[in-house]
């Protein structure tokens, strides 16, 4: 699993990281209206849901995040 963490004291509700998040790994609680990890195997560790929150409510783990490669040399 990439994604370890949601910290929902920091969470405001903003859903800017499951916009952010292309394999539909983060949606939100309906019931708390908080974003959650609903497929952390699915996480591309792309780390655009840090990127987009603008909290800093997410935390991905650092063994499994790897550099962005843009292309092969």
Do not use: F, N
């Not at 655009?48 to 962005?68: D, F, S």
């Amino acid at each position: 699993m990439a994604i370890v963490a949601i910290d929902k004291e920091l969470c405001t509700g903003c859903a800017e990281c499951v916009l952010g998040c292309a394999p539909d790994v983060i949606r939100m609680d309906a019931s708390g209206g908080k974003a959650e990890i609903r497929y952390p195997e699915d996480c591309h560790v792309c780390e655009q849901c840090v990127r987009y929150c603008p909290a800093g409510a997410i935390t991905v783990t650092v063994e499994k995040t790897l550099p962005l490669m843009l292309g092969w040399e």
